[in-house]
């Protein structure tokens, strides 16, 4: 059971990137599904979660720039990351938790960890 990001690259100061998160060996729909990033030297932070209901929430960070969404007829879950900034430079994983989006700031409880997909934001 294994979720995979993929999606990252370089971006200009600015721009826009659409990550997904696509699972293998179980369907999304009942879990609630988060998208966390960890930049070099730096702890791994939440940047957003999308409960099994469809309820959306966002670290102040990205707030109004990133948007996440779900598509369960297609299992997958989308950040769509716009107005990004150098500081949005990080490794990129999404990650799932049984219905809900309960810690989702720390990833605590969160499983199915693929290997994330890396952004880079840079003129």
């Known amino acids: 059971l294994q979720l995979q990001a993929s999606g990252g690259g370089l971006v200009q100061p600015g721009g826009s990137l659409r990550l997904s998160c696509a699972a293998s060996?179980?369907?999304?729909?009942?879990?609630?599904i988060g998208w966390f990033r960890q930049a070099p030297g730096k702890e791994r932070e939440g940047v957003s979660c999308?409960?099994?209901?469809?309820?959306?929430l966002y670290s102040q960070s990205v707030k109004g720039r990133f948007t996440i969404s779900r598509d369960n007829a297609k299992n997958a879950v989308y950040l769509q990351m716009n107005s990004l900034q150098s500081e949005d430079t990080a490794t990129y994983y999404c990650?799932?938790?049984?219905?809900?989006?309960?810690?989702?700031?720390?990833?605590?409880?969160?499983?199915?960890w693929g290997q994330g997909t890396l952004v880079t934001v840079s003129s």
């Open positions: 990650a799932a938790r049984w219905a809900d989006c309960k810690d989702w700031r720390t990833g605590a409880d969160f499983g199915s």
């Open positions: 060996g179980f369907t999304l729909d009942n879990y609630g």
């Open positions: 999308v409960g099994s209901s469809g309820g959306s």
